[in-house]
DNA sequence: CGCCGGGTTGAGCTGAGTCAATCGACGTGG
DNA sequence: CCACGTCGATTGACTCAGCTCAACCCGGCG
């Protein structure tokens, strides 16, 4: 993780994907790296929103707090993907927080230096109305699950989702490649850590998952698949 | 609702709101009016997105299917408001059905016609963001009360919404200003049609609404706003 | 006049939350 | 290197919000 990256970084990156090699240089040269150590608070739920942040290393946690002091996990993300920009581009509040869940790296720019950025490169409009779009599609299905699932199904998909997007092979199965709690887990879905370690103590006696303090291995993602879509129960 | 409708309509749309008046007529000229009688199944869910919609008047209904038949109802629109838009610029099928519940006038544009509207108004790529990340905000929240919150509380919130977004003031209140079953409240709010019912009886005791087959009438906003907000319950 | 879509209400069940006790693994400081 | 404190996980017992099942009502429309 090199404190200064190079183009090619960028390139991974939805937001800039569809820009030639100056442009790119031209966001590079109007970023800055920074080292977020594990547990930081990198932005805080109601601070205005003043500047873009993309991962390059590590794990982001992007969580909101409800007025009575619940939280909820919007979504964890990984290198590549951007957060606080959602606000920045319509100038509100940040709506959530976002901590690293590990030791990481990322690129920020400020709000004014993104708003240059997009008038100098249009096409980076589009691809921001490409992901935000990709997010409201996926919020809408997670409502969609929330609302009409079970917490064990809605475990099952969120295990499995997990595992697809921050997965590490493990000898016997792929291992969440970051530390989680069972509290978080419940946060993810809507349910209370009792019942998550509940469900899961059940799928580690049939060989689905195994898990210990803040980890967790997927033994048997199919079977997981198949309890997140499967009609019925699965006794 | 005339056929041919003024630019000045198209400034009431958030999408066109900063354009001049030249741009405005450019996109006027490049959309088609139409009328959508009640129960019109306008967008279907899955089908390829290939036009963008403006509703210029009366209701429309947002709602998913989920894979075993139990609807969610996504959102309700009103004059102003576009939809099938985000699906056309991230060039997916549509995640929703979209169905008139009563008869409605709408504007729209092939995908192809408003991409080049787009090029050539890019200030239309702006605001585009601005919406879609305005109901990605708007979302996220709904996601945390579903996730955190008892059932009568959504669906105070709900109602209230309702009443502000398409509340008609009706003598001794505010009268939602569509026809809405329980059945289609309790999809908004992840419950059945029952508890919606038992609920809405009980405030209508208390004095909070008052209720026929399909009509809804918010007799006390404050009480119910309370509701929505306020901490504990309210015997 | 009879049907049907929407609404109401009761009775009972159960998934999941709450409360509570206990355990085990780390990490830290003496 | 050990003892202790803390944080996370586990598990049991109890409770209850809200779902399911079911019967019935009402009003508009063909």
Redesign the interface.
């Known amino acids: 993780m090199p404190l200064t990256p190079h183009r090619s970084l960028l390139k991974t990156m939805e937001l800039f994907a569809d820009l030639d090699e100056a442009s790119l240089d031209d966001v590079l040269q109007a970023g800055h790296v920074r080292r977020l150590p594990k547990d930081m608070l990198v932005l805080a739920q109601g601070d205005p929103a003043i500047s873009c942040h993309a991962l390059i290393d590590g794990r982001i946690k992007i969580s ?1 707090v ?3 002091g ?1 939280q ?1 996990v ?1 979504r964890y993300l990984g290198p590549g993907q951007m957060y606080g920009t ?2 920045v ?2 100038g ?1 509040p940040l ?2 927080d976002a901590i690293a869940v590990v030791d990481s790296v990322e690129m920020h720019w400020t709000a004014a230096a993104m708003a240059e950025l ?1 008038e100098r490169h ?1 096409r980076i ?2 691809a ?3 992901i ?6 996926d ?6 699950e ?3 699932e079970r917490v064990d199904r809605r475990l099952a998909r969120a295990l499995a989702r997990l595992a697809e997007q921050a997965g590490r092979p493990s000898g016997d199965g792929i291992e969440i490649d970051f530390p989680i709690t069972r509290q978080e887990l419940g946060e993810m ?2 349910t209370t850590l009792h019942t998550v370690s509940r469900t899961l103590s059940a799928w580690e006696e049939q060989g689905i998952v195994e898990s210990s303090r803040r980890r967790i291995v997927v033994r048997d993602l199919e079977a997981l698949t198949l309890l997140a ?1 499967g ?1 019925a129960s699965g006794s």
């Open positions: 909101q409800t007025p009575d619940a909820v919007i959602v606000a581009l319509m509100i709506p959530a997009i249009p409009a589009l921001s109305n490409r935000t779009g990709g997010r409201l599609v919020l809408q299905a997670r409502l969609r929330i609302a009409t879905i809507g879509e009609s």
